[in-house]
C-alpha cells in the first residue's frame, strides 16, 4: 500500500478557514439584521395593498353586475310592450306592480315609457292621456319643436314620479344624446349627470337615466337609418345616485368611493360620494373606470382610517428585534470559537493517533471512494470500491482509472480529469469488473491540494438497479406516447406555468409545428390568438388555483401558417404523489370544419325560415300525417296557436277536409306514394264556429323521405265566392237578355191572340143566344195569354243581377219560386203545398232568396227522383217572429243521416253522383242566406222528412 497523505495538515488548514467563514457569517447576520425591518415593512405594505385591492375589485365587481340587472328588467319592458298590441296605463301599473322593483331591484326610482312624438301628434298624444285617467296631463315644457319624446307612464306613481309624467326629456342635451345613442346602437344606453324632474325636496341627488329603445315589430333594425325609422319609444328608469349606489355599493367601512361621470373630476360632474370631505391621508388608494350604459364612469377608491389602523402591523419592529437578538447570539459564537482555538490546537496532535482510525472508517464506506493523482493512479480507495472491480487489495496497488473506466474514451477521460475543480461534479459512466462485466455508476467528484499537490476525490456508487427502473420507464413513457400519438384527439399537459411539457403527434399536425419546436413554450402566449390570451390566462390561473376539473371549453389556436382553428378542449389536473397540482393535461377535438358546417347549416335554416315565413300559402310538413311544421299563414288558416297545430295529425277530427272528386285520405295515399296531387277541397273547423272555407291544395314528396309530405293549402273561399257570384250574375245577364228577346218575340203574338179572343168573346156575347162553352173556352185563352205574359216578365225580372234591395212580401217570393219550377214537380207527380201561418215583409235581395227557394225545391226533387219515390209532396211553410221572416220546406223523400247533416253546407260535399251534382249549391246558398242577407240556414232531419229552415230579417236594412 503506498504512503498514506498527512490527513492532521489538512486539519489545520481546514481550521483556518472555518475561522474566517464563522467571520464571513457574522457579517452577513449584521447585514440580515440591517435590512429585516425594511423588508418585513415592505411585505406588509403590500399585503394591506392586495387586501386593498380584492375589496376594491368586489366592489367594481358588484356595482357592474347591479347595473347588467336593471338593464334586464328594462329589456322585460320591452318585452310587455312588444307582446301586445296596446299598453295602456293601468296594464302598466299592473306589469310595474308584479315586478315590484322597489323591493327585488332597490335603487330605481321607477321605470317608464317615453314616447316619440311628432309636432302633428302632441294633441292627440295628449287627449289619448287624459282619457287614460290624467286629466291635467300636457306634455311639458311648452313650446313647439321638430322631435318630443314625453314621458306617458312612469311607475311607481309616487309623489316624486307623478312630477315627471309628461316631460319631454328629448328637449334636454344630454339626456337626448343617451336617448340618440340608445336609439341608433339598439343597446341600453346611461345619460350624464342630470338633476331629475323628481327632485321637489330639499334632498336633491344627482341623477342619471338609463334608456332602452323599442322598435316596431317586424321592421329591420339592422342599420341606423333602419332603426331610426323603427323606432317607437323608450322604455326607461331614473336613478337617484345617492339612494341607488348606496344599495349597490357593499355595506364596507374600509373603503370610501367617489364616482364622477366621465374622465374629468370635478363637483359638476360628481355622481356619488361615500363619505364627507376630510383631511385624512388615505394610505391606500385606487383608481377604475368602468362603462355603465355606453358612459365612462371614474371611480376613485380610498382606504379609510379603520382599514389603515387595522392594517399597520407590529411585526417588522418584532422582525428587527429578533435580527438583533440572533446577531449577539452570532457575536457569541464567534468569540467563544476563537477562544477554543487553543484548544482546537491542542487536539491537532490527537489528529495522527487517528489517522489509522480514519483509514478504518474509510476502508468500512459502503461508497466506492477513491483518490486518484493528476495521472489517473488509484493512491487511496476504500475497500467497498476495490471490491465492487472484483480486485485484490495488492493487485489495487497497481491500478489507474484507465482500467476500469468502460465508456469514456481515454483522451475525453484526460480532459474531464482535467477540468475538474473544487466544486463538485457528479457524471454517470460504466466501470469494468476485473471478470470483464461491467455496471453503471454515479461518480461525484471534486479536486483537492494536499502540501501544493493535486488529486481527484472520487465516490462511485453503483446505479444498475436505478438505470433499469429508468430503462423501464423510458420504455413506459415512450409506450404511454405511442398511445398519445395514435389518438386522433390533441393531448397537451402544461406546467404551472403554462409551458408546454408534452403534445402528441395530432397536436403537432394540427398546429404545424414539430414537438420539439413546442415543448418548453408558453402555450398561451405562442399557441393561441392574442386577442383571446388575457381570457385563457385568467381561466388558467384560476383551474390552477382550484385545481379541479373544468367543463367543456371551447376556443381557438393559431397554426404555423396563420390559420385560425376551433378547438373542444376537456381539461384535467395534474397531482404528484404527494397531491401538489403539477399541470394540466387537455384533450382537444378540431372542430373548426364541425362549426363552419354547423354556421352554414344556420345560414340554411334561416334562408328556409324567412322563405317558409313570407309565402303567403299555408305550408305543412307532414310525417306519417302528423303536423312536423307549420308556417304562420297553415296558423292563420286553422286559427290556431302553434303549440297546439304541431303535433296533431291533418286528419284530427278538429276540422273536416272534403275534396272534390275523392277523399282527402285518398289524396294523402297517393302523394306518399310520390304523385304530386292538386285539389280544391273545403275545411270544416269543428269548434263551434261553424268556420267553413275553400282551400286549394298541393301534395308533394319531401325530397327523398317517403315518410314526409309537403302540403301547401291557398284560401280561395272569397275568391271563389266572387268568381261565384260574378258567374251567376253574367249568366242571369245573358239569361235576362235572352228572355228579354223571347218577352219581345212572344208580346206581340199574344197581344193578338187576346185581340181576336176578345173579339170573338164580344161577338158571342152579342149573339141573341150565346153559347156559354165558347165563352169559357175564350176567357181561358185569355187568361193562359195573360199568364204567359207575365211568366215571361217574371223570369226577365229573375234574371236581372243588379236588382238592388227591395220589400217584398215572403209568400211572393214563395209563390214565385213554386212558379217557375211547377211544371218541373207536376211532371214527376211531386206536389207542392203551401201553409201561411204569417205573411211578413222582408227588406232583402229579391232575386237571390229565390235562387236558395229554388235550389232547395231542386234538391228536394233529386231526393224524390234517386230514390224513386211517387207522389211526393214537398210542404213550404210560413211563419214569422220578432225579426225574422221563416220559411220552412219539408219533404217526405226519406230523410238525411246524421253524418251526412253534420256535412251538408261543407263545399264539394255532395250525396249525388259527381256528374250531377258539384257540392256549392247548399254551400252557396248558405253563403247568400247568411253573408248577403245576414239571416239564417238550418236543416235538420225527423224520420223520412227533411227539413230545410230559413230565417230573413224582416222590414228593415241591414247594415
Known sequence: ?????????????????????????????????????????????????????????????????????????????????????????????????????????????????????????????????????????????????????????????????????????YCEPIRREAMQRARDTGLPATSGRVKLIQEIDA????????????????????????????????????????????????????????????????EGRLLYRSSKPSFYVSQHHAHRTIKIGGRLWSIDLSSTPEFDEAMDSKYPVLLTLGGVFLYFILLTIIVTLIRSREMIQIKTNEVEINREWLNSLLKSATDGIHILDSEGKLVEYSSSFIRSLGYSEEEAQTLTIFD??????????????????????????????????????????????????????????DISDRKNVEKALRYEKEAAQNYLDIVDVIIVVVDTNKKVKLINRKGCEIIGYTANEVIGKNWIKNFLPERIQIEINEIANKFIERGDNTDYYENPILTKQGEERLIAWRNTSLFDPNGKFIGILSSGEDITNIRQAEKKLRESEEFYKTIFSSVYEAIFILEKNIIV????????????????????????????????????????????????????????????????????????GFGSDASKLILIARDITQKLAEEKIFRIQTRQAQMGEMISMI???????????????????????????????????????????????????????????????????????????LELIDHTLKSHGIKGEEIINNDPNLFTYRNEVLQVLIALLKNSLDAFTEKGIKEGTITISIDQDDEYGIVTICDNAGGIAPDVIARLFTPYFTTKNTNIGTGLGLYMSKTIIEEHCHGSIEVRSKGQEAIFTIKIPREKEVL
Open 1 to 169: 500500500m503506498p504512503k498514506k497523505l498527512p490527513w492532521y495538515r489538512l486539519i489545520q488548514r481546514s481550521y483556518i478557514l472555518s475561522q474566517l467563514n464563522l467571520i464571513f457569517i457574522v457579517l452577513i447576520s449584521v447585514v440580515i439584521a440591517s435590512f429585516v425591518w425594511l423588508l418585513s415593512k415592505n411585505y406588509f405594505d403590500n399585503r394591506a395593498q392586495e387586501l386593498f385591492e380584492v375589496k376594491v375589485h368586489t366592489n367594481i365587481d358588484h356595482l357592474e353586475k347591479r347595473i347588467l340587472t336593471y338593464e334586464h328588467v328594462l329589456r322585460s319592458g320591452v318585452a310587455y310592450f312588444q307582446g301586445s298590441e296596446n299598453v295602456t296605463a293601468q296594464e302598466w301599473h299592473q306589469f310595474i306592480q308584479t315586478l315590484e322593483i322597489k323591493k327585488y331591484y332597490p335603487g330605481m326610482q321607477g321605470m317608464g315609457f317615453s314616447l316619440m312624438i311628432r309636432p302633428d301628434e302632441v294633441a292627440m298624444v295628449e287627449q289619448k292621456m287624459r282619457r287614460e285617467g290624467f286629466p291635467s296631463f300636457m306634455i311639458k315644457p311648452g313650446g313647439v319643436r321638430d322631435q318630443y319624446s314625453s314621458i306617458l307612464y312612469l311607475e311607481p306613481q309616487d309623489k316624486r314620479n307623478l312630477q315627471a309624467i309628461g316631460y319631454d326629456m
Open 203 to 266: 334632498d336633491i341627488q344627482p341623477g342619471i337615466l338609463m334608456y332602452l329603445p323599442l322598435y316596431k315589430i317586424g321592421k329591420k333594425i339592422d342599420t341606423i337609418e333602419e332603426r331610426r325609422g323603427a323606432l317607437i319609444g323608450f322604455i326607461y328608469s331614473p336613478f337617484r345616485m345617492k339612494n341607488l349606489l348606496n344599495t349597490i355599493v357593499l355595506n364596507d367601512s374600509l373603503v370610501n368611493f367617489e364616482v364622477y361621470d366621465g374622465n374629468k373630476k370635478s
Open 404 to 461: 476500469w473506466e468502460g465508456q469514456i474514451p481515454k483522451e475525453s477521460l484526460l480532459d474531464m480529469m482535467n477540468s475538474i475543480t473544487q466544486y463538485p461534479v457528479t457524471f454517470e459512466t460504466r466501470h469494468h469488473r476485473k471478470d470483464g462485466t461491467s455496471f453503471d455508476v454515479e461518480i461525484t467528484s471534486r479536486e483537492i491540494f494536499l502540501e501544493g499537490k493535486r488529486y481527484l476525490y472520487g465516490s462511485s456508487r
Open 629 to 700: 311544421d307549420c308556417n304562420g299563414m297553415a296558423l292563420q288558416l286553422f286559427d290556431m296557436n302553434r303549440g297546439t297545430l304541431i303535433g296533431t295529425n291533418i286528419l284530427d277530427t278538429a276540422w273536416n277536409i272534403q275534396c272534390e272528386d275523392m277523399n282527402f285520405n285518398t289524396y294523402l295515399d297517393i302523394a306518399y306514394k310520390g304523385k304530386p296531387i292538386f285539389a280544391r277541397c273545403s275545411l270544416v273547423m269543428n269548434n263551434g264556429t261553424d268556420s267553413i272555407k275553400i282551400i286549394e291544395v298541393a301534395l308533394s
Open 743 to 817: 218577352a219581345h218575340q212572344w208580346r206581340q203574338p199574344l197581344a193578338i191572340i187576346n185581340a181576336i179572343t176578345s173579339q170573338l168573346q164580344l161577338e158571342e156575347v152579342m149573339k141573341g143566344e150565346n153559347n156559354p162553352f165558347v165563352i169559357e173556352k175564350l176567357m181561358k185563352i185569355e187568361q193562359q195569354s195573360i199568364h204567359l205574359s207575365q211568366t215571361i216578365s217574371d223570369y226577365r225580372d229573375f234574371f236581372r243581377p243588379d236588382k238592388p234591395k227591395e220589400y217584398v212580401s215572403l209568400s211572393l217570393l214563395v209563390h214565385q219560386a
